[in-house]
């Protein structure tokens, strides 16, 4: 390997892993940007702006379709109900969209909110865990 090919291997190696461990802080941004575009869509029904209330609500399916993709169901008990829990927020979404129901949304946000929080609680968690080791590590 040239020292051109290393440095290439090396900052493939060094990307992969960043985005590795940026994955569960991912994870949390979406459901953030999933909650706000569910409460966005709510106000522009509210104020009569269907065509906005449309945009974020076709925003939260993409997002919901883009945490349904990246969901392994085998990989852990209850991955199997989450992935049904999205199946229905994306057809819950649809019909939100269609009739711009906010009681629709409000189904969905019912269900996207316990869901956020545990997400964030454990990557918040983890994070810590992760900051007390390099210190323990450093010491």
């Not at 992969?16 to 979406?30: D, I």
């Not at 906005?52 to 969901?71: D, F, M, P, T």
Request: aromatic share 6%.
């Amino acid at each position: 390997m040239t020292v051109g090919q290393f440095e290439v291997a090396q900052a493939y190696a060094k990307t992969a892993q960043s985005t590795v461990e940026a994955g569960p802080l991912l994870l949390v941004r979406l459901y953030d940007r999933l909650a706000h575009e569910l409460q966005l869509a709510k106000e522009f029904i509210g104020v009569g702006d269907p065509m906005r209330a449309n945009l974020s609500l076709q925003h939260a399916q993409k997002i919901v379709h883009v945490l349904r993709s990246s969901l392994e169901p085998d990989g852990f008990d209850g991955g199997h109900t989450l992935l049904r829990l999205y199946n229905t927020l994306v057809e819950q979404l649809v019909q939100a969209n269609l009739y711009k129901d906010i009681a629709v949304i409000e189904r969905c946000q019912e269900i996207v909110a316990p869901l956020h929080q545990a997400w964030s609680e454990a990557v918040a968690r983890e994070m810590q865990r992760t900051v007390a080791d390099a210190v323990v590590g450093v010491g």
